[in-house]
């Protein structure tokens, strides 16, 4: 019997209606869309305004887009994994709630944290579970309501993030498509330099905190920005390098789409040209967990059964990454 490898086989999405534009920001903090647009790449961001919902609407209506376009039976998947930095409450998973609305009911499930990693990281875990052969579907969603830990008087955050969520399945392959390589890593001393530090066992959020806004999410943004670049090219170089991939062999770059400057520096330290690089940044900022199934949505019926996709990632933590996928399908649209 051929070796099992794990194929994603199916992608959804979804993003909110409400448009934050760059416009609406200069009436908000002391900015402008020149800066934004030439610092960040981003024109607008999605925003869930509605109150009392939280990433699981998010993810529970792009896992829904996923299973009405793949025409899947929900009783048939056997795990679903949410991605996610910002769950709907502590201790109560926002995957369980997920796969309940969704009537995934003979799944187990369990969220993922590694910030802007956590689909990174979270396509590693489903692929080895697949790959072991011990079992066969894997909903794997990353949704992220950031503007719940968003500050929006600050424009060193408020600028860059917004909400979204993209789910995928993966399944086994025979005929050696999908997942093939990865290399992760991460560096605690990190976090110091992008967190939501209170609310956590170690911070407590008191009356005291909130009013400093301790319930925001904070970043030192010239640091996590250099060590962006230097850690997802050096990651992506690293897995070209191991499974002898040039920049003619690969078809597509999708990494997280954090700032358009940190992604064009990663292209360009593998020669690679611009159309072969997924980009939808200026459209929904920086989603966290969301970044990655979005773009892997949004390019979807472009890509060919057997294209090359290499998958990247910087966050929080510091967590980051490369994965090197074959993309198993051609699309029907
Ligand atoms: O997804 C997880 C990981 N996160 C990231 O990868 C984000 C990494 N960091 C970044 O993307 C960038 O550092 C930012 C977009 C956050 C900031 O861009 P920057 O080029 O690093 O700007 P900076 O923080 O060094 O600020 C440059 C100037 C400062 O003014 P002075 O001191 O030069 O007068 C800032 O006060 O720009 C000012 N500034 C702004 N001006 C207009 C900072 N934010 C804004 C703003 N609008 N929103």
């Not at 408020?158 to 999908?178: K, M, R, S, T, Y």
């Amino acid at each position: 019997m051929s070796k099992i490898s794990a194929a994603i086989t199916a992608v959804g999405a979804y993003v909110p209606e409400y448009v934050l534009t760059n416009q609406i920001l200069e009436t908000m903090v002391d900015t402008n869309d020149e800066w934004i647009t030439s610092r960040t790449g981003i024109k607008e961001r999605r925003i869930l305004k509605e109150d009392g919902k939280g990433t699981s609407f998010l993810a529970i209506k792009a896992a829904q887009d996923l299973i009405s376009k793949k025409g899947l039976d929900p009783k048939e998947i056997e795990l679903v994994i949410v991605a996610t930095a910002t769950p709907d409450m502590k201790a109560a998973s926002t995957a369980s709630f997920t796969a309940s609305e969704i009537g995934a009911t003979n799944a187990f499930t369990f969220d993922m944290d590694a910030a802007c990693s956590s689909f990174l990281y979270g396509m590693s875990v489903a692929s080895s579970y697949i790959e072991s052969g011990r079992y066969k579907k894997i909903l794997l969603i990353g949704a992220d309501k950031m503007s719940s830990i968003v500050n929006y008087k600050d424009r060193a955050t408020c600028i860059i993030f917004g909400d979204g969520a993209g789910a995928v399945l993966f399944e086994p392959n025979e005929e050696g498509l999908g997942f093939q390589d990865e290399y992760l890593r991460s560096d605690g001393t990190g976090r110091e330099f992008l967190q939501a530090t209170y609310g956590g066992s170690s911070f407590a959020l008191t009356n005291e905190t909130l009013e400093k806004g301790g319930q925001y999410a904070f970043q030192e943004g010239k640091t996590v920005f250099k060590n962006a670049v230097f850690n997802m090219a050096d990651a992506t170089v690293k897995v070209l390098e191991r499974n002898n991939l040039t920049k003619d062999t690969v078809d597509w770059l999708a990494a997280h789409q954090a700032n358009k400057r940190i992604i064009d520096a990663t292209a360009k330290r593998i020669d690679l040209e611009d159309h072969k690089v997924m980009m939808n940044i200026h459209k929904y900022g920086n989603t966290t967990s969301a970044t990655i199934p979005l773009l892997i949505n949004d390019y979807e019926s472009q890509l060919k059964k057997g294209d090359n996709i290499i998958f990247a990632a910087f966050g929080g933590g510091f967590n980051w990454g490369a994965i090197y996928l074959k993309w198993a399908y051609n699309s029907k649209n």
